[in-house]
């Protein structure tokens, strides 16, 4: 069994709200458990207005790789050139994202970013978000307050580009049936990210960074029972693998 020691250390960005009138910190646990499982050891990263670059410089050496999770909040929209008030702003969240983000990439960093973090990634990369996708021809956004599983079951297909990062990851498939909780989506992908999967209505699903050991972005849920899904697991074990492979050439 592998020595808890050995074991990569994944830095996962939690959420600000209020729960019972207290400002609380949330981060749901399907993300830690999929890190865990995997074979990673996770850490919380909560953050502070003011403060993300400083704790992002903090951080970022002790990390062996970063999850950004999903998050019922918005990036502020003045983040991506976007005008508008963000009811459901995370103001620190986006900062510290948008101080890790960069410097995760020229550290060569392995980061798996999910549904917010995808759009994150997407916002770090110079790309846009669309603030309210249409929902004629792909059904987006699940019903909240539909029960759990219904929410997260399998929504729409998605076509993998063909060739790229994520499809030969996955094993070579060309398509996926995926689930689907998300209002805002990628409006241009901006020039640094490569497209790696796509909807049928043209919005792009999945985003990587050329040239880096595991850069990823997914607009879906793979941490919902992951273990259910092949592809799901598939990728959980990548990410944990390319952390295994940062932290032995820090180790050098
Ligand atoms: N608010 C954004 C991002 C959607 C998102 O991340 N949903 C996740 C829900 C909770 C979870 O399962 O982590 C949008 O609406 O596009």
Redesign the pocket.
Known sequence: MERIMDKPLIGVVMCHTVKEGHPAWVL?Q??LDAIMDAGGVAIALPHRPGLGEAIAQRTLGLLDGLLL???????EPWRYGASGEEE?ADPGRDELTLALIPQALKLRLPLLA????M?ELVVAAGGT?NRQ?PSEKVR??ADTDAPLAEQ?APAHPIQLTADGQLARLLGGVASLQVNS?????IQDVGPRLQAEATAEDGVIEAVSVPDHPFAIGVQW?P??RYQDSDASSRLFAAFIHACHQYRKEKRL
């Not at 999770?69 to 990036?75: A, E, K, R, V």
């Open positions: 749901y399907k993300y999770s999903g998050s019922p909040s918005n990036i459901k999910i549904c917010r973090g759009q978000l996708l987006h956004c997260y909780l998300h209002k805002q989506g849920h941490e919902w």
